[in-house]
């Protein structure tokens, strides 16, 4: 069950329904079951094993509590570790490594005949693996205690609006919200509404529409020119910030109107003035995820200087792993961990910029700052160019293609379409950019407030593809 | 925000039901409310378009105008003809049927004499090829007319013309309730608020017979016997009757730009013509006799044809060939491409390509010259007779028994 479908609309009203009523157990139950309905929706036989997992790491948090001798904790983090790792390795991981091994076997004269399998990847299974993961790490480092009511942690896990593409919130900060009857709030309901309703917009309006305009041009780059491709790399761009963060937008209302807060996933990322603050506002969980169970445990930067630059490297690379097996992921990764790195050598301040309004607080930015925004604009979607081409060479051919020919095609209707979705995007971004919620328009009279939710309304009517688009990030 | 949704939570009556909170009540409402605006504007769409027809199922179409002879069907959004056509076919079970593209849509079944009551006018459905090819496939041997008039189209046998439509996608259109089509047709009224209007007020009025915006709006559509009405006007004068081509582009435009179904071609393609031939012999072998007919274009667009090097050399192959391959499977071809070989004029045309009733009638009398045609159809002589004689009948409408 998707997001933008009817199917999940009557879903939502009846859990709400349902909710509201009932006591604390109540509320975990109908979380854990509603989940299971959602997540099985799509393909109850991976239903069973989200079970499967979820019960052993349950079961590892309490081995956890009991055991005191610390080799045997050590196992038993192993274990939840190997499980949960292990299922993610071989749902997502094993053709690439099986095929890579053959290639690089190749390259020494030998032909081993390697296994691949049509392997069909459980929906979000990279994001609730180290959803779980952060339970059984922050019980063995003793930051957190062992839940031992089943529901509980099972309703953590399966808790539907961030079960398949996140935000990725840490056990100690989601865990304690159900301990206590959640009590409707209505003071924080009409923005909840709001966000789910900017999520919406962006995604099947802006989103899904740029989404088309970006296949014309990379599924057939050999009939497009650098310019279309040049054009279709910043709507790529968009599309994937709209895609992902409207998901997140969606989920986050979601999960505020059942009383549960999610952390915030994107802080207006294209506004940033360097790499280091686009990493402290894009994917923000995914980023704390690794700083807290990759990075640190590296060592962080207490570590000398050129192990400081590995550790970046490393988080970054594995970064662009999680997102997919392909070395194209690997290349945006390690692009990124390079331009961070360079950004942090020549402007060590960049990083302290993510605890500022993005962009400056004055409402026409300086010289400097449009400049420093365009670049850091510029260098991600360079990187983007990887992350979306089918392969490296593929990348680089549109590189090529971008560099020399950009020319000889015009861009069709279709083009200025997109380009006026992203002006709307970027006009509604910067003017509520001090806002978590873009549609936080409390400072309005009430018919302005509804005059704009129904146009917002109306567009997601009228311009919403007439079949459905995927989420891009359910594939990670 | 957690602080917020916590403290309220630690205050409340764990035991109470919330939802007689006056809190959630209140969100409740001031939803519900807001929601009435798009739903009464979403139940009123929904009202035109089930009102006018557009989204009834084909099935409830045809008792409709089964119960309503008069009723003409064309939907404004999809107009779904492949399956509307096709259907029509397997309903009715007619024993001569028209079939082409929208150039044949205006054959009459009062035009076919004594088999008035077994014809139907699948015109509009085949538009290239491979559609024809389909179709020849599809149709299941207990619906195979005994007659079929075939109108062959120049571009069907232009190479640099790809196929538009997918025939088997196209007749399963409009069987069941669609849910996207509900939302095109709703979206479809919101960007038309004049249409949306006019009908809304005619559901009320409830004097419009007609099936779908397009016939209800413009007077023109589908007759019971699957021949098209136009909605034109007639012009009420000798000095009115003055050729204008309706298309846009004008059909002209598209021929000397070499565009749409006029790109450059050298030569009537092989491999098409092929794919005619083995239609034609799978007619004959299941005993459908087949009269061909290339429909007309105005005398601008022949000339244009014929003097154009990029079109002029496909374009008398065309002809040539047409004929002689008919011939060889025992059927008689008319090719009406130019309009003055009926003795008629650009006055009969609506556009470019497109003639209206009066010149099928004319084609009809001309391809009854062929002695076998004649004994097909007994009774057509004396319909077109009277036809031509009668002082109703002129450039566009014929003056046909109802």
Request: with cysteine; proline share 5%.
């Amino acid at each position: 069950m998707v997001f933008t479908s009817l199917n999940f609309i009557v879903f939502y009203i009846i859990v709400f329904a349902l909710y509201w009523p009932l006591s604390k157990e109540g509320q975990n139950r109908l979380i854990v079951l509603s989940g299971l309905v959602f997540y099985g929706a799509w393909d109850w036989r991976f239903a069973v094993l989200l079970l499967i997992t979820t019960g052993i790491d349950y079961g590892v948090g309490l081995a956890l509590e009991k055991e005191a001798d610390e080799l045997k904790r050590k196992a038993w983090v192993l274990l939840s570790l190997v499980t949960n790792l292990g299922v993610l390795a071989f749902f997502k991981y094993f053709n690439f490594f099986s095929e890579s091994f053959v290639r690089f076997s190749a390259l020494f004269g030998m032909h081993p005949s390697m296994v691949t399998l049509k392997i069909l990847l459980p929906m979000g299974i990279s994001f609730y693996t180290f959803q779980a993961l952060s339970y059984t790490i922050d019980v063995y480092r003793r930051e957190l205690e062992t839940v031992h009511d089943p529901v509980r942690y099972f309703g953590f896990i399966l808790f539907f609006p961030h079960l398949v593409a996140g935000p990725i919130v840490r056990a100690k900060n989601l865990l304690g919200q159900f301990n206590e009857r959640r009590v409707f709030n209505p003071a924080t309901a009409p923005d909840a509404l709001r966000q789910m309703l900017w999520g919406f917009f962006i995604k099947v309006v802006i989103a899904d529409n740029l989404g088309t305009v970006v296949s014309l041009s990379y599924d057939h780059i050999d009939a497009t020119s650098g310019w279309q491709l040049l054009y279709a790399t910043v709507c790529f761009a968009i599309q994937i910030y709209c895609d992902f963060a409207g998901y997140t937008h969606i989920a986050i209302g979601c999960a505020r109107l059942l009383g549960i807060d999610l952390m915030r996933n994107f802080a207006y990322p294209y506004f940033s003035r360097s790499i280091p603050e686009f990493w402290g506002r894009w994917h923000i969980s995914l980023t704390r995820w690794f700083r807290e169970y990759l990075y640190l445990p590296l060592g962080g930067n207490q570590v000398p200087y050129r192990r400081w630059m590995l550790n970046v490297l490393i988080v970054f690379i594995v970064s662009g792993f999680w997102h997919g097996a392909n070395w194209t992921f690997l290349v945006w990764g390690f692009l990124h961990g390079v331009l961070y790195l360079v950004y942090v050598r020549v402007w060590p301040d960049s990083r302290r910029l993510i605890t500022a309004t993005p962009g400056g607080t004055s409402w026409v930015p300086s010289l400097s700052s449009c400049l420093q925004i365009a670049l850091t604009f510029f260098l991600t979607c360079f990187a983007w160019i990887f992350f979306r081409a089918a392969s490296v060479t593929d990348a680089l051919v549109i590189l090529r293609k971008i560099g020399s020919d950009v020319t000889t095609t015009s861009p069709r209707f279709t083009y200025k379409e997109a380009a006026l979705w992203i002006v709307v995007l970027f006009a509604i971004e910067w003017i509520q950019r001090d806002h978590a919620n873009p549609l936080h328009l409390e400072r309005f009279p009430r018919p302005v407030r509804w005059s704009l939710y129904y146009a917002f309304a109306a567009a997601i009517f009228m311009f919403a593809p007439i079949h459905y688009t995927p989420f891009i990030y359910f594939q990670f | 925000m957690a602080s917020e949704t916590f403290t309220a939570a630690g205050a409340a009556d764990s035991t109470a039901s919330q939802w007689r909170q006056p809190g959630l009540r209140r969100f409740v409402w001031h939803v519900l409310a807001f929601s009435l605006l798009p739903v009464l504007v979403l139940l009123l769409c929904e009202g035109v378009l089930q009102g006018s027809g557009e989204v009834w199922t084909l099935d409830r179409v045809f008792a409709y105008q089964r119960a309503h002879p008069d009723a003409l069907y064309l939907r404004g959004i999809d107009q779904e003809l492949y399956a509307y056509k096709y259907r029509g076919i397997l309903e009715k079970n007619p024993s001569i049927v028209v079939a082409g593209s929208s150039r044949t849509m205006k054959f009459r079944a009062a035009m076919f004499g004594d088999r008035a009551n077994s014809f139907f006018n699948a015109g509009g459905m085949l538009n290239s090829l491979r559609d024809l090819d389909d179709f020849c496939r599809v149709l299941p041997p207990s619906r195979m007319p005994s007659v079929l008039l075939l109108g062959v189209d120049l571009w069907w046998l232009n190479d640099n013309v790809p196929p538009v439509f997918s025939f088997d996608a196209e007749i399963s259109k409009g069987a069941g309730f669609s849910f996207d089509e509900h939302v095109i047709g709703i979206r479809w009224l919101l960007k038309n608020p004049r249409s949306l209007a006019g009908e809304a007020i005619s559901l009320v009025e409830g004097t419009n017979l007609a099936i779908g915006i397009n016939a209800r709006e413009k007077g023109g559509g589908f007759r019971p016997d699957g021949s098209f009405k136009s909605p034109l006007q007639t012009p009420r004068s000798e000095k009115e009757w003055v050729f204008v081509d309706r298309e846009t582009p004008p059909i002209i435009e598209r021929v000397r730009n070499a565009q749409a179904n006029f790109p450059p071609a050298n030569s009537v393609s092989r491999e098409r013509l092929a794919v005619l031939d083995a239609v034609l012999a799978r007619y004959e072998k299941n005993h459908v006799f087949v009269i061909g007919y290339l429909p007309p274009f105005s005398s601008e667009v022949v000339a244009q044809l014929s003097a154009d090097p990029r079109h002029s050399r496909f374009w008398s192959e065309f002809r040539r060939t047409m004929p002689g391959l008919f011939r060889q499977h025992g059927f008689p071809l008319l090719d009406a491409s130019e309009a003055a070989s009926l003795g008629m004029d650009d006055r009969a045309m609506s556009d470019g390509f497109h003639a209206e009733e009066t010149f099928q009638v004319h084609a009809l009398r001309a391809l009854m010259r062929d002695e076998r045609v004649r004994a097909l159809l007994p009774g057509a002589d004396a319909v077109l007779d009277r036809a031509f004689r009668s002082i109703r009948t002129d450039y566009w409408s014929a003056d046909l028994p109802h």
